[in-house]
């Protein structure tokens, strides 16, 4: 069956540092992959997506690839801001037994200090 | 467009009391899914319903079950509620069956007590 699993939690960083939440999978087709945020209080949104092997997605200054070859799917930012600080999820989606539901990782909570 | 709304927002009842929780999707969104979020199971698939029909279930027991009206509009049941059950259950819309992203509402914040 399809798995995503990603780093622990929290990453705790300052201000204008560089994140990376790593996130790799396990699907039996050719997945579509995900990342979605959750601020406190909120349900989740999409952050950004890619759908074949070495699409790059982006949004709001997060990019990840996606890497066929090693199954992975890392977020990074370059530079984050306190508004960053939100939980974040990996999942994908494939046509596997005809089902589309998407499957989520259990999400890494990013914290960041002024 | 308006989002995905969830009424109530919060909740708390009684163990062994029954609740329903309401979803509005996307205008135009046929899919409705349901997940139970908690800190120590992380994000849970329930069901998904599209054009009225359950198309997929989640590993849940029966006293959860849902459904979905004509309009898209879903419905969630809990029954013989379990102090377990305290969670966020989230609803999530999108267009049409297939891969495609998942639009989520703010989500119902159910304790039981």
């Known amino acids: 069956g399809n798995s995503v699993t990603q780093m622990e939690g929290p990453v705790t960083l300052s201000e204008e540092a560089f994140l990376t939440i790593n996130c790799t999978y396990t699907?039996?087709?050719?997945?579509?992959l995900f990342w979605y945020v959750q601020y406190p209080g909120e349900g989740l949104q999409l952050l950004l997506k890619?759908?074949?092997?070495?699409d790059k997605g982006s949004n709001k200054g997060f990019e990840a690839t996606y890497r066929k070859e090693t199954t992975s799917f890392h977020l990074e930012k370059g530079s984050v801001q306190v508004s960053d600080s939100a939980v974040y999820f990996c999942?994908?989606?494939?046509?596997?037994?005809?089902?589309?539901?998407?499957?989520f990782g259990r999400g890494t909570s990013l914290i960041v200090h002024p | 467009k308006a989002g995905v709304t969830q009424t109530p927002r919060y909740l708390i009842k009684t163990r062994g009391q029954q609740v329903t929780l309401s979803c509005s999707p996307i205008?135009?969104?046929?899919?409705v899914s349901w997940y139970q979020q908690t800190p120590g199971q992380g994000l849970q698939f329930l069901f998904e319903?599209?054009?009225?029909?359950?198309?997929n279930k989640g590993n849940f027991p029966g006293r959860f079950s849902g459904r979905q009206f004509s309009n898209s509009r879903s419905e969630m049941n809990v029954s013989t509620l379990e102090l377990g059950d305290s969670a966020l259950y989230l609803c999530?819309?999108?267009?049409?069956?297939?891969?495609?992203?998942?639009?989520f509402g703010p989500g119902t914040r159910l304790t039981v007590t």
């Open positions: 999530a819309s999108r267009p049409e069956q297939g891969i495609y992203e998942q639009y």
């Open positions: 699907a039996t087709g050719y997945p579509s």
């Open positions: 890619a759908t074949k092997a070495d």
């Open positions: 999942a994908l989606s494939d046509s596997s037994g005809g089902s589309y539901i998407p499957t």
């Open positions: 205008s135009g969104h046929r899919s």
């Open positions: 319903y599209f054009s009225e029909t359950q198309r």
